[in-house]
């Protein structure tokens, strides 16, 4: 097997600053911080309880999931207790399309979308969300893909209905 290029994780830090749903789990923590100082009443540190449980479970959501890029694959490992690997051969990627939203590129997050004729992506695309320097390793796969499919001699032909 090559040796990775990349490895990364999704980043639960870019999350937290990088989405709407970070943000408002941190106003949670807060407000519940808040309203315990202020005197309303102790149980409020429940919310402060709540924001934790959730940074949390992301977190873990976030370990399970591991990214490599090599010359030749995208491995793609899930799971903590209960593992998985799968692959999609970088000459069979047709298209890495990124977004993100102007609190994601505050926090320097991504989200790659990548197509391909592989098995993996056949049920749907592969999204990989939460991605530091996702600009940076979307033009890294792009590069490799265009260099696998140079080394194997493979080209990419659109077919549409319509043509005839």
């Keep these: 097997m090559d040796a ?3 490895t990364f994780r999704p980043s639960t830090r870019g999350w937290l600053l990088g989405t709407l749903a970070g943000w408002g789990t ?3 923590a807060i407000a519940g911080i808040v309203l315990a100082v202020l005197g309303y009443g102790l149980y409020f540190l ?5 924001g934790l449980l ?3 479970w992301r977190w873990f959501e976030n ?3 591991k990214y490599e890029i090599t010359e030749e694959r995208l491995i793609i490992r899930r799971g903590i207790l209960s593992k998985s690997i799968d692959e999609i051969e970088l000459y069979r990627i047709k298209d890495i399309k990124i977004d993100f939203t102007l609190i994601n590129q505050i926090a320097g997050i991504g989200r790659l979308t990548i ?3 592989d098995e993996t992506t056949r049920a749907g695309d592969l999204v ?3 991605i530091d320097r996702a600009q940076e390793r979307r033009e890294t796969l792009r590069r490799l893909v265009d260099a696998a499919r140079q080394k194997r001699n493979v080209r990419e032909i659109d077919m549409h ?3 005839a």
């Design 4 to 6: 990775p290029l990349d």
């Design 26 to 28: 941190i106003l949670l």
């Design 46 to 50: 429940g919310l402060v309880a709540v």
């Design 54 to 56: 959730i940074v949390l």
């Design 63 to 65: 370990l399970a999931a």
């Design 115 to 117: 197509a391909s004729s």
């Design 128 to 130: 990989i969300a939460g």
């Design 161 to 163: 209905p319509d043509a």
